[in-house]
């Protein structure tokens, strides 16, 4: 298995709110949330990691990252040798049962040095075929909707309509709608969904509840943000937590 990238390992728990100031890394990591949930600011946007979920960061990227809850971090550092098909952007990962025992052993040990080979080789198999995740939030990198894309994260409940966020913006409502979907990859409507059901999944996992998350995200009712998560997620977010259908 000499083929194998180099790899070191960090395990960690912080306090809610603990902020990891902007830094970098000449490996790549793979950040697993084995308990709690973690929100990643990086060069062109901001990533979500619930708990259960892992980030995958390219080597040399600086990042910062805001701990939305009580966070146990484990961490493999990968050399950029390794082969994945995402092994340069940044991208929550789904983690199967395999996957989270893999990066749990591998950080917290024991390892003998005849076995670490082969964790590690079933942990990059594993991360081939593992699903990429839409819990990223695109930044605008037009300044007039990045205000615009500021004050909507300041408030996300905020229920004004594309043709008064254009006016903010000093921009004819198509050419907003143009330029923001070329920015981000997501239309409006799109983009200020996912910020919502974003927010909407860290409270979740800080213990709060569905009801009173449904009203800070600006939905109606419990059921429509049900709805919208489903949507999005493909599952509820009882069955996204596991608790429930």
């Not at 194998?4 to 100031?21: Q, S």
Request: aromatic share 8%; net charge positive; charged share 25%.
């Amino acid at each position: 298995m000499s083929d194998l990238p180099d790899i070191k390992t960090w395990a960690n728990d912080y306090p809610r709110g603990h902020v990891i100031a902007l830094h970098a890394h000449a490996f790549c990591q793979l950040v697993f949330a084995k308990r709690g949930a973690m929100r990643v600011k990086a060069r062109g946007g901001t990533w979500v990691v619930p708990p259960g979920r892992a980030l995958w960061m390219p080597a040399r990227e600086p990042h910062e990252v805001f701990c939305r809850t009580e966070v146990a971090m484990r961490t493999v550092y990968i050399s950029d040798s390794v082969r994945l098909p995402f092994v340069a952007s940044f991208a929550v990962l789904g983690v199967s049962a395999l996957m989270r025992e893999l990066i749990v052993r591998l950080v917290e040990g024991p390892v003998a040095d005849g076995t670490r080979p082969h964790l590690l080789a079933l942990l990059i198999a594993d991360l081939k075929t593992g699903p990429v995740m839409p819990l990223n939030l695109p930044e605008p990198a037009d300044e007039r909707l990045a205000r615009v894309a500021g004050l909507l994260m300041e408030d996300p409940a905020d229920r004004r309509g594309l043709d008064d966020w254009a006016a903010a913006a000093g921009m004819a409502r198509r050419s907003f709608a143009r330029r923001f979907a070329a920015d981000t990859g997501l239309s409006f409507g799109a983009w200020r969904r996912r910020l919502r059901l974003l927010g909407g999944i860290e409270r979740l996992a800080a213990g709060e509840p569905v009801t009173a998350v449904a009203l800070e995200a600006g939905y109606d009712s419990t059921s429509a943000f049900i709805h919208a998560f489903r949507r999005e997620f493909g599952v509820t977010p009882g069955r996204y937590f596991g608790a429930g259908p």
